[in-house]
């Protein structure tokens, strides 16, 4: 299984990005996916995590600006980025609990990608 994340970049403060993150392998079912994110010299957050039956949660510092979707047909995670400051600024990095074929639910991690919001 592998995950493969696109769409960061630069940005101006106020902009917006749209994040994709899309799973392919041997997979038979995607249980929770979700976005998390490390800016230099800090920890890895939780950005925003949504069920596969669509519910979704997000950090405090992202409420309102961020929006977390899914298109379970095609094993994709979205996450549109409005409104972007400086200090959203990190390596966005998505990840998902998938359930291969004969095994327990499994965590997997994309490459990353980096998000610059300059002020």
């Known amino acids: 299984v592998q995950l493969q994340a696109s769409g960061g970049g630069l940005v101006q403060a106020g902009g917006s990005l749209r994040l994709s993150c899309a799973a392919s392998?041997?997979?038979?079912?995607?249980?929770?996916m979700g976005w998390y994110r490390q800016a230099p010299g800090k920890q890895l957050e939780l950005v925003a995590l949504i069920t596969s039956g669509g519910s979704a949660n997000y950090a405090d510092s992202v409420k309102g600006r961020f929006t977390i979707s899914r298109d379970n047909a095609k094993n994709t995670v979205y996450l549109q980025m409005n409104s972007l400051k400086p200090e959203d600024t990190a390596v966005y990095y998505c990840?998902?609990?998938?359930?291969?074929?004969?095994?327990?639910?499994?965590?997997?991690w994309g490459q990353g990608t980096l998000v610059t919001v300059s002020s």
């Open positions: 392998g041997s997979i038979f079912r995607i249980d929770n």
């Open positions: 990840n998902a609990d998938v359930v291969v074929v004969g095994l327990v639910p499994t965590d997997y």
